[in-house]
């Protein structure tokens, strides 16, 4: 059990962690000054490396020999891409793709 000065102590960490992550980009690369070529590289290839390694992690205990064969991970990962290739929002594929592999999951594939 944390006393209340510990308590505050954390809560003010987490405060000037949050804070600092998102002052510090705009203090390293400022309106005025152009940014720099390592951060644009970054910027392109970053979101396709975290979707990749996303998918991985998603499909790495997936048996195609017990259970459901990934059935429901499969069926789920295709509604997402369709979604996504379809709408163009993100938010309405992941999403979609989360509820109905949840739905899946409990109701379906038992």
Known sequence: M???EQQVITIGMIILGTVLTR???FW???ADKPTPAYI???????????I????IYCFKD???TAGNRGIPELLCAGI????H??????LLSIAAGTISYMVMVQMVFQ
Do not use: D, E, H
């Open 23 to 25: 002052f510090i980009p």
């Open 40 to 50: 644009q590289y970054l910027g392109k290839v970053l979101p396709a490396a975290v």
């Open 28 to 30: 390293l690369f400022p």
């Open 52 to 55: 990749g390694l996303l998918v």
């Open 62 to 64: 997936v048996s195609l």
């Open 80 to 83: 997402t891409m369709l979604l």
């Open 2 to 4: 944390m006393t209340t």
């Open 85 to 90: 290739f379809w709408k163009r929002s993100m």
